[in-house]
């Protein structure tokens, strides 16, 4: 890092310093932005840091451009983060993680999940238009379709339960991330669980019998 910092010039450092302020703020007990409603916000800024330290590399100096462009990657990689936060919600409020899924609750994050993809696809879109971004920079709408799918399964999804502080069974059962919950009916305590699970492949005539590990 001191080497590539040394060859491209004093700004790096700079950039770097700030993604390790963000990374400590993001989990320290002292200031633990992510129980704060702010670790979404921190790791879109973490992310945005990326892009302009990249580019400074290659430059060797700051750019517009790559100021601008980073913007949309930093939206969505916060979008990420806030997709991943549903089925962990139980659990985060459990320990205390207030994040904004915590905070707001599944409907409203449905909507903020919406509003962020709309915001980072819009993002590229309008600064493409004023020609401040590469002539190329449309190709970076191509993930909208996905997005916005995405954005429509979690507001639908959300909708039912807008008077209950827990995710709906039907939403954490498509979006968990792995089997760190109770099998159906769910119950959103985390639970050290053997789940096994009978897939039909009828395309290849075969039965495949799999378990998860313990945890």
């Known amino acids: 890092g001191l080497v590539l910092a040394a060859r491209a010039g004093p700004g790096l450092p700079l950039v770097g310093l700030g993604g390790l302020l963000l990374g400590w703020a993001y989990s320290s007990p002292r ?19 990326i892009v302009v330290g990249a580019d400074y590399v290659q430059r060797h100096g700051f750019s517009a451009i790559a100021a601008l462009s ?15 936060e549903f089925p962990d919600a139980a659990a985060d409020a459990k320990v205390g993680k207030r994040t904004l899924v915590v905070r707001w609750g599944p409907v409203p994050a449905a909507w903020g999940y919406t509003v962020l993809v709309l915001c980072a696809h819009a993002w590229v ?6 020609q401040w971004l590469p002539s190329t920079a449309w190709w970076g709408l191509g993930s909208a379709p996905l997005s916005l799918a995405a954005a429509a399964f979690t507001v639908l999804a959300a909708a ?4 209950s502080p827990d995710l709906p069974p039907g939403l954490a059962s498509l979006l968990r991330k792995s089997v760190t919950y109770q099998p159906e009916p769910l119950s959103w305590n985390p639970a050290a669980v053997s789940c096994f699970l009978k897939v039909s492949l009828l395309q290849l005539g075969q039965t495949v019998n799999r378990g998860s590990l313990i945890f």
């Open 125 to 130: 879109a309008l600064w493409w238009a004023w």
């Open 160 to 163: 039912p339960v807008a008077a």
């Open 31 to 49: 200031v633990a932005l992510m129980s704060r409603g702010l670790g979404e916000l921190s790791v879109g800024l973490a992310w945005w840091g």
């Open 70 to 84: 980073g913007v949309s990657m930093a939206l969505l990689v916060t979008a990420i983060l806030w997709a991943a």
